[in-house]
């Protein structure tokens, strides 16, 4: 499909907007009410940086939640299936956020930015309503807001070199998901080890919506040694590395047990966590589904736009592909899927239904690529 | 600006995508993570469509969110700003949602199915995660979730005509906001008297996704005899007719007293609901800003599609421009803005920074245009 996008101040534009503009920018998507660029013209290229150099991405869209006051710690962990209580100032943790039925409804990345104050940096979905919603209802001593903060992600194998080059060797030390406050010629910021790639990689969290291009052009500057260019998030690199897409991956209604997460959701801790009886059901009785790898047959196709339906070799529907794309380091068709368990197990051969005609498949392992592989 | 919107399944496509594809749909956007249709390549003709015969809007991503139990009632109470004590089954009321802040955080209608079962029929912002987050930490007995329904509107004054043909007579006795549960032809739906436009309309709310092409064509069908065509919310005649456009007109902050909205919320009433404090403070303090009417100076403008900022002949920051169009009927620029209150009196002359340089406008009244005007 080919459509344009009707602009409108419904949909806010990012800080970094005028830059990616000026930087050639052809396609956007909208992710959490904001514009977020999802192209500049050339695929293999943008793909080619962010494997083999470093690119620079506006991230703005990830916006953030903070939850602040004497009970912001107690509100988090509310939502929280990981135990927060020994989190560091300046630590962020990956976070599966479940509502009362066990569905997974946001995977942000959780900041500690002070004993009292937290930020969840969010996909795609208004967590500022869900985390407002129970502060409103349980009466805690907590302000709930979305602060002026946009990430700028730098990705790649040289985004370390870059990120060095910016503010000191000091980043190389950081951990990740940890992240420290600095300033890069006042323009304010944190400096993050994260972003939504498996390549090395970087994210600045402008403090201040004013300074977009001037972030956007002084990273640029300092990248250029480095090989650094504009980018966005990619499917075909994410579908290598398996990277969940919340929305795309998750439907409506998949839980961390279907999603093959459960590594980060704590079942048996003290704190409680809105979720936390539903997820119990759902690991005792056995997840109904599987996220799986699948190899899809040749010719190679293009990038999925549907939930393609995945059948077993007697024509029964098995489930439906998530993403579908040809893997250009691999050099054949991979797809993520969400599939019956009874369908899950490596070696399985499916049956996809594409736009290019029933293509026979076999269940595989994810993620495609390693890190660093 | 001119961009492609990359396709993905994070965004959903509507039971109608197929149906507004075949009929020429060149633009989107995108609505509740859906995309909805804005243009089908002649703005005029759609625009004259809606005015003077009856156009067909896929309105999908107008989504529900369904709150059903036995403490349903008592949830949405606490939610809605107007008494719902005495809504009787088949009556819709228009709801404007708070915060604790008081900020409108979006404006549905509210349907109630059952006497134990309710529809949020949702403006672009999760509210399935604010009513789900409550319900959550309320424990209140209740089920909340989005239900398959889809609606399709018929707009402009050949409306009621078309949905007679399609049901019968008695859709002429159905009062603003009513609806009735029917059927055409085995699809089930609801025909209720709604539509985000200011010219007669209906909708009818699919209950099957799977019937969506079926629907498209029955009504396109039965249309034809009294000009039927596709078409999509209108910028212009929003203005013109002075539609709140949520998250547009609202900005992240804006109360009802701002928004001069006021008449839809009863502070004075026995039920307590979220932000009914906060938004008396704002009544004892007097709103900050104002929404207000603007002409523009001419020649012509194209859409805005920024807050153009709005000063004082001093040069001062009164405000800035939440939608500004060249108004077809009225043939002069109009425009809906959000100025601060000392700015916000009829007849005040004002100063609009427009992309085609400053502008001289005057403050109005709203709206431009009155229904059946």
């Given at each position: 499909?080919?459509?344009?996008?009707?602009?409108?101040?419904?949909?806010?534009?990012?800080?970094?907007?005028?830059?990616?503009v000026a930087a050639g920018v052809t396609d956007l998507t909208v992710y959490n009410r904001m514009y977020m660029p999802t192209g500049f013209g050339d695929f293999e290229a943008e793909y080619r940086r962010l494997i083999e150099t470093v690119a620079l991405w506006d991230m703005a869209a990830e916006r953030q939640v903070q939850v602040s006051g004497p009970d912001a710690a107690r509100l988090v962990?509310?939502?929280?299936?990981?135990?927060?209580?020994?989190?560091?100032?300046?630590?962020g943790r990956y976070a599966l956020l479940n509502d009362v039925k066990g569905r997974l409804i946001n995977d942000p990345v959780l900041l500690k930015l002070a004993e009292d104050r937290y930020w969840f940096s969010i996909a795609d979905s208004d967590m500022e309503y869900w985390v407002g919603g129970i502060a409103a209802a349980t009466g805690l001593d907590v302000d709930v807001s979305e602060p002026d903060v946009s990430p700028l992600a730098i990705q790649g194998p040289n985004a370390p070199a870059v990120v060095a080059d910016l503010f000191g060797d000091w980043v190389h030390d950081l951990k990740y998901f940890a992240f420290r406050q600095a300033d890069l010629d006042g323009i304010p910021l944190l400096v993050a080890r994260s972003g939504w790639s498996k390549q090395p990689g970087f994210e600045l969290y402008l403090m201040d919506?004013?300074?977009g291009t001037d972030l956007w052009n002084r990273v640029m500057s300092m990248g250029l040694p480095h090989g650094i260019g504009p980018g966005a998030p990619n499917v075909v690199e994410r579908t290598e590395g398996d990277l969940l897409s919340w929305g795309a991956d998750t439907r409506p209604d998949a839980n961390v047990f279907e999603l093959g997460m459960e590594a980060f959701v704590n079942l048996d801790m003290e704190p409680d966590f809105i979720g936390k009886a539903a997820l119990r059901r759902i690991r005792d009785e056995g997840p109904k589904r599987r996220r799986v790898g699948l190899f899809i047959d040749p010719p190679s196709l293009n990038a999925s736009e549907d939930n393609w339906p995945v059948c077993d070799g007697a024509g029964n529907t098995a489930g439906s592909v998530s993403i579908a794309v040809p893997s250009i380091r691999l050099e054949r068709n991979i797809a993520i899927a969400l599939v019956d368990a009874a369908h899950a197990a490596v070696g399985t051969r499916l049956v996809v239904d594409t736009p290019d005609g029933a293509r026979d498949a076999m269940v595989t392992t994810l993620p495609f690529i390693q890190p660093g592989g």
């Open positions: 499909m080919a459509f344009g996008i009707t602009p409108g101040t419904r949909i806010r534009k990012s800080p970094f907007f005028d830059a990616t962990q509310m939502l929280m299936p990981r135990d927060i209580s020994k989190m560091k100032v300046g630590q919506g004013s300074r």
